[in-house]
């Protein structure tokens, strides 16, 4: 019982990064832009995150921090591809070297090298009072730190607007159709900006919290490909913030299931159990690839004065 | 000429911008720009054994960019290079230590082919994916290297472990798989033969022959391809195979030519390098080596540059990412 407690615990942990970057990644691509640039912006996220709330002391500030660099890529990324025309991949790969490069140029500008990694202290746990007394359910869900709490709200709240508001509604039509959102008045370029800096923005986010939670200091690679398990997710998820949100529940299982199968004391060389994520990933992508409901304009970019696209 | 120096002219200016900006960043972190940049561009030209550093630089940043570029002649993402070469360098060790008595004739025939067939069957896993499920290969090709991570472990640190090395190495291949040198001192190995030549080779497939031309085709527009008569799932799968044969020839050749043994982590940034050039050479094949070239250059000169300066060899790294825009934007300024 303990230790069924403290997986499922663990699963909504991990499942954070999962869950922003994902839904970072379904906004955008509901505008049609497609990032293939989550892996370089969650590990600048992860170095200027740490580096940031190391130098202030504040981890909120270093969250912001992140998120803004977020915010700057998704803003190249929208003004290269929607102002520019740019192809969507060669310029979200360039995004990605960038990001890449700056992750582990940062922290040797800044800090230097040292003997021990400099710390800084992981987010607290907000326990919420009353609901965190429930049996079974009050530690799994109810004593959390705050972004676990944030990202279900942010899915709630993503699934809402996409589905419940008019503005929604439209958003979906640039990703569908943007000729006759177009011509329905609806602003694309406007739409396409915005849904790409706040996707850029959740995705920082979901880099910085890798050194907030899991290790108090970044290193190099330590995404260790959730940026792109992020994309996966997304597609596996239908583009859609609920079935995210659930999907990602399973990619953090199986992360849980891998990367602390050892201190469970299974005989089997770890090395398997590291394979055990991507593997797991491409076999959900062959289960339900035909379920996979994509953006119709996913991946390119709207000229109004084309006559037909 | 004319047209040459228009073609050329873009990228002088990308790379001009792209050092400017850098060198600002640099000189305001208060290094020295002009000896860093100095130290960049002629490290691989001031001593015998810079050069020979490039050159065997030269040789997997090639390969690997020719892994990109060719499925993207199809227009194909093939991102998965690095597993491709992690995976052949396993074969070839694993191939050049079982049979390690072997005569050279046979055994360095087998160690090269060996490390070709092993990155070929990594590539031809997510083209099958592809073909049959309509995965998307940008996912699948790079869910793949993070696999062949765990794979390299499991062999460089399994019975073939040499323990006396303090990194997870295997012991090393028979004398027979050594690839021959071509100098001793400072070594280089034949590989380099066998790179210009695959480099050339891709080239006329790509450009002369019937073959490449459906590649071509069904990269420009599949829909007018399948029409004439192309089938346009087989060059998917065709081309990424092929990619992935040249990444695993790039692992083969590392293991065969430079290290003599298989060492986790040998890949270096060989890929991300390799996407870099295969975009800067905006996927024409033709262009790939000298691109190459150029990034070795700047690659031994970065290193170089953080021994005796103490600038981060990343500096290096963004500059190379800059190039890449900046060339990606001239298309941009061409248009108007």
Known sequence: METLITFLRLVLLSMVPFVLASQGTMLGGRTGIFNVAQEGIMLLGASLGFLVSYQVGNNFVGMLAAMAAGA???????YFTTTLKMNQFFIGLSLFFIGVGLSTLLPKLIIGITLSPPLIPTLPEVSIPLLSQIPLLGPILFRQNGLVYFSIVLS???WYF???????????????????????????????????????????????????????????????????????????GGWSPLTILTGSLFFAGVEVLAFRAQVIGLALPYQYLLMVPYLATILIMILTFRKARVPAFLGQNYDREKRNL | MKALGRTILPYLIAIAVAFAAVGIFIAAMGFDVGRAYQTILLTSFRTPNGFIQTLLKFIPLTLQALAFT??????KFNIGGEGQMIVGGIAAA???ITFSDLPPVLLLPMVILAGVLAGAFWGLIPAWLLYRFGLNEILTTVLLNFVSFAVIDLVATGPWRDTTAGHPTTIPIGQGGWLPMLINNPPLHSGIILAVLVAAGIYIYTSRTTGGYELVATGANPRAAEVFGIHVGRMFVF???????????????????????LIEGMQSNFLVLGLIIGLIARGNNLAVPFVAFFIAVLEVGASAMQRTLMIPVEMVFIVEALVLLFVLLSDVVRRR
């Open chain 2, 70 to 75: 060719v499925p993207l002649t199809a227009g």
């Open chain 2, 239 to 261: 081309s990424l195979v092929l990619a992935g044969a040249l990444a695993g020839l790039a692992g083969s050749i590392e293991v065969a030519g430079v290290h003599r043994r």
């Open chain 1, 162 to 236: 996409l589905y419940r508001t008019q503005r929604g509604l439209e958003l979906r039509a640039v990703g569908e159709n943007p000729m006759t959102a177009d011509s329905l008045g609806i602003n694309v370029v406007r739409a396409r900006y915005w849904t790409a800096i706040l996707g850029g923005a959740l995705i920082g986010l979901a880099g910085a919290y890798l050194p907030m939670v899991y290790t108090g200091t970044f290193t190099e690679a330590m995404t260790r490909g959730r940026g792109w398990l992020a994309i996966a997710l997304t597609f596996f």
């Open chain 2, 94 to 96: 694993a191939v050049g």
């Open chain 1, 72 to 78: 700057v890529f998704g803003l190249l990324l929208a």
């Open chain 1, 156 to 158: 709630l709240l993503l």
